[in-house]
């Protein structure tokens, strides 16, 4: 059974499917690479996959596949004043 322990020490398990903690994402680079009809299993095997721990909501990126080990990424709130561009 796949699963992470997240620096909450929330227990995150990804072998659920479908997983209601799991994310996957594409590039948009990647994306545009595919202009006619594509098999939706192919493009799934394309795309990365994140976990959201569903207590802190730190991201768990799998840059590389299951395989290697995930980057954290933690939520940082922006000051109201804060002018986005």
Aim: charge should be negative; charged fraction near 25%; proline fraction near 6%.
């Amino acid at each position: 059974m796949p699963k992470i322990i997240c620096t909450c020490q929330n227990i995150l398990s990804y072998s659920e499917i479908p997983c209601p903690i799991e994310y996957k994402f594409i590039s948009d680079c990647d994306y545009d690479k595919y202009q006619e009809m594509i098999d939706t299993e192919f493009l799934y095997q394309q795309m990365n996959s994140f976990l959201k721990c569903p207590q802190c909501e730190r991201l768990w990126i799998f840059w590389h596949g299951y395989n290697n080990h995930p980057t954290e990424y933690m939520k940082k709130e922006l000051n109201r004043d804060t002018k986005h561009d």
